[in-house]
């Protein structure tokens, strides 16, 4: 660890070359990176980057859409085979005649 006197000078060496240095957004960058108001602090939230990883989120859109099609699939294939009859000189699906009678 640094000695007292040898942090002073380290310090003192510090301000020497930074003296002529002039930082002219000191209070802006201060009032973003340490916010006080409500405002401010919903501004540093509202602000923040946010990193979503691609190999994750793509293999859960996969799993999902995945699934999903295969749900519709499998609901399609259960479904009583469909088929037209003419009743009356007109063409209904065969599901919309069983169905009319039960309706009553």
């Known amino acids: 660890m640094m000695e007292q006197s040898e942090q002073k000078k380290a310090n003192d060496i510090l301000k020497k070359e930074l003296a002529n240095v002039n930082f002219t957004s000191h209070e802006l960058v201060i009032s973003k990176t340490h916010p ?59 599901d919309m005649i069983d169905n009319e009678g039960n309706s009553r």
């Not at 996969?62 to 003419?86: K, N, T």
Request: aromatic share 18%; no cysteine; charged share 20%.
């Open 36 to 94: 006080k108001t409500a405002k401010e602090k919903w501004m540093f939230i509202w602000n923040r980057e946010i990193t979503i990883p691609l190999v994750p989120l793509g293999a859960a859109l996969f799993l999902f859409f995945s699934i999903g099609g295969a749900y519709l699939i499998s609901d399609l294939q259960s479904e009583e085979q469909r088929y037209i009859v003419q009743k009356g000189g007109s063409y209904y699906w065969s």
